[in-house]
């Protein structure tokens, strides 16, 4: 181990941060770049299913409130990729591996929203599976995405509130309400269960990121803590979790819960999810029609420039 | 094929008044004044500011984390520059 | 009874801002850049903001209408009463720019006016609203600059979003009969004296932004009165949407 690497471990030991500036091993760089940029593009594409339901939301609350939710995720895609460029890539590089599929995003937004109750049941349950997540990230050993991360968290937590209202007032509402709560939540309860990556055993990134303190926690302790904290929720509404093996186990102080479909995950990370090129296209589509327009401001503003350095 | 991308800026922000403008992000814009305004419109709408600074990422000078030992490690030890350093007597309540 | 006219006119005024916000709803997500996309979900909110003010001044003065969402989601087409610029589609990125320019200019003007409004209710709307109007031009106007002399396509581009909306503009200084009413009680500015101030702002900033003023032809263009584009019809299907299948629902 030289000095480099010495110090760069002394940091992660003492629990003290890594810095944009600071030496780090070149794994531990893209580490952070692939996993970052991952975050970023799933903001981004998330904006799309929830986005869908804007011009349909029901009253004027919940227009402006998901309005509100969506635009937050362009932020807070705009806060990751940030993060990411202190790593010495740009954004543009970043779009470009979204945009051709080498770089991955949250495989939970290629389902499709098909009734506005899935537009609470993302709040409730994806966003609540993503806060988990991102609380441990707000303690990950590189600064700017542990800063990013705490500005999410604080931003996020009215995401699940309003998720989580909605799937309320469905659930006291009509029967054609409640029925159309139920359906939410039997499709998307077991992909907000996949979002937290596979068993530790399978998982091919997470040791080390544990090691290097990118990650404080194991993806089957995240999605334990998930459903333990979820189950109440959803029997508050009166609404069934769709599966039979769910169970709270006295022993463990746990919920058990039955197996996750990890061909249908599988299938889904490599592309073939219900809406994998839908979702991918519409970004590619209004990346390319806004060219001209980030052209033209470019050349607006370098005109000026000119203009100003001639007087 | 795009020509050339927006440039990064820095922004920082003034939550209140009384309180030094703190860094908040990063953003992308053609210009300053695109900047101000894309900074007034990604980071400050939940009252987060009332006043923004931005500048262009590439002109901030930084120093060479490299070099930190000799750049701050001569400053930790000259105690005498604190205010314990020096002994009162324990009478003297207000100094 | 005049309470009933505030209210069918406080209608009016949200209708406009309800439109727009919803059109630029549709964008939140497909923008060009994330900084762009979050400004324009920024112009978004506010109006839906607006909308929301004026729909429950109206309800609380109707007789006809309990809450904002009947007002919003529950009425027949020709019921709303916009001016049809707002609710033409969103097109390019010009188109858009172009549309909210256009919108923005008459829609400081008329707050300027309506904050000197008798109707106490409508002038705090009014005041609360020029803020956020203002920066609405502020941000249509340096992009009406930056597409009209950034690219010379972008130039072409813009130049095209004008000469399809100009025709639109006259109905938003011109006024209904029920502005023209409202006038007449000291509620509501005299649109026709915005007029010439208008087209003065928006025919310097066009000569600024290189862009070519298109011929004044004939137009006649009544969103005021209920009289819509094709394109509204799609646009209320979405928005009322789920009202209309799920009736007396609780969201």
């Known amino acids: 181990m030289d000095k480099f690497e010495q110090a760069f471990q002394n940091k992660l030991d003492n629990e003290e941060k890594i810095e944009p500036k600071d030496w780090m091993p070149e794994k531990y760089r893209k580490t952070l770049i692939r996993q970052i940029s991952q975050h970023a593009h799933s903001e981004i594409v998330g904006m799309l299913p929830e986005g869908n339901w804007i011009t349909r939301a029901p009253s004027m609350r919940r227009k402006i409130g998901l309005l509100a939710k969506v635009q937050d995720e362009a932020g807070h895609g705009l806060y990751l990729y940030s993060a990411a460029e202190t790593l010495g890539i740009d954004r543009a590089e970043l779009f470009d591996q979204l945009h051709s599929g080498i770089a991955k995003y949250s495989s939970i937004f290629n389902y499709p929203t098909i009734s506005w109750s899935d537009i609470g049941a993302i709040g409730w349950l994806v966003d609540g599976a993503a806060i988990m997540n991102q609380v441990m990230l707000t303690r990950a050993s590189y600064g700017p995405y542990a800063r990013a991360m705490v500005r999410i968290c604080k931003e996020e937590s009215f995401h699940q509130r309003q998720g989580y209202e909605m799937m309320v007032s469905l659930a006291n509402g009509t029967e054609e309400q409640k029925e159309m709560a139920q359906d939410s939540l039997n499709r998307w309860w077991w992909p907000s269960l996949m979002m937290f990556g596979p068993s530790n055993a399978e998982s091919t990134h997470s040791a080390q990121s544990m090691a290097w303190k990118i990650k404080r926690k194991s993806n089957d302790d995240l999605r334990q803590q998930f459903v333990d904290v979820t189950v109440p929720q959803a029997e508050y509404l009166g609404l069934k979790i769709p599966d039979d093996k769910l169970k709270w186990n006295e022993e463990r102080g746990h919920y058990d819960f039955g197996e996750i479909n990890w061909d249908e995950f599988w299938e889904v990370v490599k592309g073939n999810g219900p809406c994998n090129k839908e979702r991918l296209e519409t970004r590619v589509k209004a990346h390319e029609n806004g060219a001209w327009v980030r052209e033209a401001a470019m050349a607006y503003s370098e005109k000026l420039n000119t203009a100003v350095n001639h007087k | 094929m795009e020509k050339k991308n927006w440039p990064l800026w820095e922004v920082f922000l003034r939550s209140r008044s009384g309180l030094h403008h703190v860094h908040a992000g990063s953003l992308h814009a053609a210009d300053s004044e695109m900047a101000l305004n894309n900074a007034r419109d990604v980071y400050t709408r939940r009252n987060e500011g009332v006043s923004i600074w931005v500048i262009e990422s590439k002109n901030i000078i930084a120093n060479d984390p490299s070099e930190s030992e000799s750049f701050f490690e001569p400053a930790s030890d000259k105690i005498y520059r604190h205010p314990t350093f020096y002994e009162m007597p324990n009478e003297l309540k207000h100094i | ?251």
């Not at chain 3, 429950?56 to 027949?76: C, H, K, P, W």
């Not at chain 3, 609710?87 to 904050?115: A, C």
């Open chain 3, 1 to 251: 009874m005049l309470k009933q006219k505030i209210s069918a006119y406080s209608i009016l005024l949200g209708d406009q801002s309800l439109i727009l916000g919803q059109r630029l709803g549709e964008l939140c997500g497909h923008g060009p850049i994330l900084e762009v996309d979050i400004a324009m979900t920024n112009i978004a909110l506010d109006l839906l903001g607006q909308a929301r003010l004026y729909y429950q001044l109206a309800a609380e003065l109707s007789d006809t209408y309990e809450d904002e969402d009947q007002i919003a989601f529950l009425r027949r087409e020709k019921d709303y009463n916009n001016c049809v610029l707002v609710e033409m589609p969103n097109g390019d990125f010009g188109d858009t720019i172009v549309r909210q320019y256009l919108f923005d200019v008459y829609h400081l003007m008329f707050l300027n006016q309506l904050k000197e409004s008798n109707e106490k209710r409508l002038k705090a709307i009014a005041e609360k609203s020029i803020k956020e109007v203002r920066y609405h031009l502020n941000f249509s106007g340096d992009w009406i600059l930056r597409l009209g002399k950034g690219t010379e396509v972008s130039n072409q581009k813009i130049q095209k979003a004008v000469d399809t909306l100009w025709p639109y503009t006259k109905e938003l200084v011109q006024s209904s009969e029920l502005e023209t009413e409202m006038h007449g009680f000291g509620i509501a500015p005299n649109l026709a004296d915005l007029e010439d101030e208008y087209y003065r702002q928006v025919k310097s900033k066009f000569a600024e932004a290189e862009i070519k003023l298109p011929e004044d032809k004939w137009s006649q263009i009544q969103g005021k009165k209920g009289l819509h584009s094709e394109h509204f019809g799609y646009l209320l299907s979405d928005l009322q949407y789920l009202q209309r299948s799920y009736p007396n629902s609780k969201w």
